[in-house]
């Protein structure tokens, strides 16, 4: 009988990379040569391109304490990952310092902001790292993005100087490399953007450009501030031109590598899709438009790069994937936690360290 050195590196590095992440973690443990087997950037790479061909559910519940307030300087935060059929995959807790006002996911990663702390979190491996930040210092507007290119996470945060409407924000910006961890990243500042605008709106990165929301009084002033992370610049794009009257809301998302803004009717029970086509031109096109009569949307959420669906709340079916192409939708019949969680977000299962590991030597 062959035994484990018989087989060829990368014909264990293949097998392992089909393990849950969680379960590769426990494995660490069993000698020095497996936690250098598990550690290794190659079945690291490999396991998270398996990773993305399955996405899971992740949502979060912010819990309080035992007379039912939330406490002023720690908040938990319980994370629950669940499959497509919803089952739940894994589930743990971890606490905060103060009340949070922000959650990104970016897929294995994500963002967790409270009012003068940051944290990065890797939920498959139970991994939460508080970013460096003065700790007298507030923190605002947060986004999140990946640059493949160069390996780098870039944490935006938006700051204004002032409530006295003096035109400008501030930014600046937190980068860290991929598999070197958290700690190895630094702040730096950017410096002021024209902006007379509040901002208003969950972030949204899509193709290296993070998406905020800005406040309007009316449908003709509303716009949307974006960011390249890339050349880091700023810019300003108008909402399309069409009826107003005709929505009950609008929310931008991510469809097919695009951005989005989607017209819900809730009269009509009708969600209108409108893909920007040419940012720099501003040119959006109604490209879609789908009914689910007589259900009404609770709320929307963006889906892989090239993927086709949209991730719907439905009041009557709950949680669906709708095609926008061939029209069609997929339920997640077991999903029951939506009335006790938050809006769920999509990722993928990751053995990416937010620390960095050292290598152990037999």
Known sequence: MKGFDDFPRDLIIEILARLPAKVLCKFRCVSKRWYNLLTDKDLIVRHAELSKRKPLLLT????????????????????TSMDMEGNVTDEFRDVLDGHVHTFI????????????????????IR???????????????????YLPKLSEYKIVHLLYHSFVGDGKIGCEIFSFKHGEG??????????????RAWIDGHPLCVNKTIYWGLVSTSWNDKSILSFDLDNEEFSIISYPVCNSEKYSSLVYTKIMGCLCLVGCSARASTLDIWLLKDEKKEIWVMEHSISLFPS?????????NQCEEILIHVEQRGLIFYNVK???????????????????????????????????FE
């Open 127 to 145: 991994q939460v790292v508080r970013v460096p930040y003065p700790s007298n210092a507030r923190l605002y507007n947060v986004g999140f993005g």
């Open 296 to 304: 009404s949307v609770r709320f929307l959420g963006p889906c892989e």
């Open 182 to 195: 958290v700690d190895s990243g630094s702040w730096r500042t950017l410096g002021d953007y024209p902006c």
């Open 326 to 360: 061939d029209q069609t939708y997929r339920g997640i019949e077991k999903c029951r936690a939506m009335e006790n969680f938050n809006k769920p977000c999509l990722y993928y299962d990751s053995l990416i360290p937010l620390r960095f590991m050292t290598r152990r």
């Open 60 to 79: 979060r519940k912010y819990i309080s304490d035992a007379n039912g307030e939330m406490n002023g300087s720690k908040v938990t935060v319980e994370l």
């Open 105 to 124: 996911s970016c897929y294995p990663f994500s963002i967790i902001c409270c009012m003068y702390s940051i944290y990065v979190c890797n939920p498959s």
